[in-house]
């Protein structure tokens, strides 16, 4: 990888997430040389992916490149690599670009979309976890619509206007609410020809509430906003299969649609070469101590997503969200450097600064630790929220005259299919049900 050798100790973390960024900031101007690796040269700030998916911001405003985030610091060394297994004995790292020595290893590689194993669903349903994953969404969306214009056939019109979204967490629940507010003021205007009150928003949940991490009180608000904009919910409903034309559930219920978006669940990037037999706990997360080491080494540290801290607070890990990712990349890089002062490691405390989520014009649900409040004001707080932790002072202001834009005219203007996504459309001629 051509990094020369410092005579400060190196610490290589994988992965510029939130995380990793927090941990690489942390570490600025401090005696060690830090090497961060990620296979994208950008940070992305997936809270907003939902809004690239739906057209409301461009791709640019809510990816940052990583060499800009560090570009001030010294001792600092950024690779575009990707990580391949880790080699404990000899402290070194195989990326697709070649070996890479580290004295300290942190694993910040985040999550991806679980399956739960059902191979049908990930290779026909869509999911929503990166920038290009959701540029195939808008695309898919957009030619879903283009593709209903050109069919008589009341049926296969219908499962292309259909759209089902798994999962009633944060962003099951955004999603289905920016998709009511494209059906309600942007798709008569675009398609005019075509009856786009028959397109239809369904949200598929297992369990008995949506939002079920936040409080009820959020859950129901939730639910009433958006059955308010059309949406329908389905609770208490497993989804099984989706062969990219019928969802089918574990009941009766049945869907033709021509979209699935799987929303339902994230597991831990796997990483090759640590000790599985003992690490890997449920959601493929690596366990870690209140260090963040993980479990049976000294020098290898996992931090974000992809961190499992069990304690009686947190019995099976700190949430997988961005602010214990951001934290625990902080007071490791405070640890690290507590080591270097010989001085010992101080146990992580996640410090809860609540959750929420939007579900649409003027509508978001917020819970704090005292305070719980729904509507305008949690909507103004949300993204406000959003704004300030969002990377880089060009995409605030870009965001923001976005989100203004779009209040103001009700539009959505990225609604554009730049990268056309490949899909059989034959496969809907014969659709059997509404
Ligand atoms: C659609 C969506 C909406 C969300 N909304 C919210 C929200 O509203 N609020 C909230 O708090 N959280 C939200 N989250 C969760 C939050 O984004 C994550 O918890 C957070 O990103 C975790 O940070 P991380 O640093 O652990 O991982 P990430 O931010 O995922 O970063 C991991 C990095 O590792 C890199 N990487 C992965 N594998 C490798 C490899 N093998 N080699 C090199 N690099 C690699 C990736 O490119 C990436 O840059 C949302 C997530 C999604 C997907």
């Excluded at 990219?244 to 699935?260: C, M, P």
């Amino acid at each position: 990888m051509n990094i020369p050798r410092s005579s400060f100790p190196r610490v290589v973390i994988v992965g510029g997430g939130f995380a990793g960024v927090a941990m690489a900031k942390e570490l600025s101007g401090k005696e060690v040389q830090v090497v961060l690796i990620d296979k994208n040269n950008y940070h992305t700030f997936q809270p907003l992916l939902y809004q690239v998916s739906t057209g409301g911001l461009e791709p640019d405003s809510i990816a940052y490149p990583i060499r800009k985030i560090l570009q001030d610091y010294p001792n600092f060394y950024f690779r575009m690599a990707e990580l391949q297994q880790v080699l404990t004995e000899s402290n070194e790292l195989v990326t697709n670009l070649g070996m890479l020595a580290y004295d300290h290893l942190v694993i910040a590689v985040g999550s991806e979309t679980n399956f739960f194993g059902n191979d049908e669903i990930e290779q026909n349903g869509m999911a929503m976890k990166s920038i290009p994953q959701s540029l195939n969404l808008r695309s898919m969306i957009l030619e879903n619509f283009e593709q209903a214009l050109l069919t008589d056939d009341l049926h296969e019109r219908d499962a292309l206007m259909n759209f089902v979204i798994v999962g009633g967490g944060p962003t099951g629940v955004e999603l289905a609410g920016a998709l009511a507010e494209i059906k309600k003021g942007i798709l008569p205007k675009d398609y005019p020809d075509l009856d786009t009150r028959r397109a239809q928003i369904n949200l598929i949940q297992s369990g008995d509430r949506i939002l079920k991490e936040m409080s009820e009180k959020a859950s129901k608000k939730a639910e009433d906003f958006l059955e308010g904009l059309g949406v329908q919910i389905w609770k208490e409903t497993r989804v099984t299969g989706y062969d990219g034309k019928k969802v089918t559930t574990k009941t009766d219920l049945k869907f033709d649609a021509a979209t699935l978006i799987w929303a339902a669940g994230v597991k831990g990037v796997s990483v090759k070469g640590l000790d599985f037999e003992n690490i890997v706990r449920p959601g493929n997360r690596l366990k870690v101590n209140e260090f963040n080491q993980v479990e049976g080494y000294t020098n290898v540290y996992a931090i974000g997503d992809i961190a499992c801290m069990e304690n009686d607070d947190t019995p099976r890990g700190h949430p997988m969200m961005a602010q214990p990712a951001i934290q625990q990349g902080r007071h490791l890089g405070e640890n690290i450097v507590r080591a270097l002062d010989k001085k010992p490691f101080k146990p992580f405390e996640y410090k809860d600064k609540g959750s929420m989520a939007t579900i649409g014009r003027n509508k978001a649900v917020v819970d704090l630790k005292n305070y719980r409040f729904q509507g305008v004001f949690a909507w103004f707080v949300w993204m406000f929220v959003h704004l300030f932790f969002l990377i880089g002072f060009r995409n605030r202001i870009v965001v923001f005259v976005n989100w203004v834009y779009n209040y103001v005219r009700f539009d959505r203007e990225a609604r554009l299919i730049i990268r056309p996504y490949q899909r059989d459309y034959s496969q809907f001629k014969d659709s059997d049900t509404a």
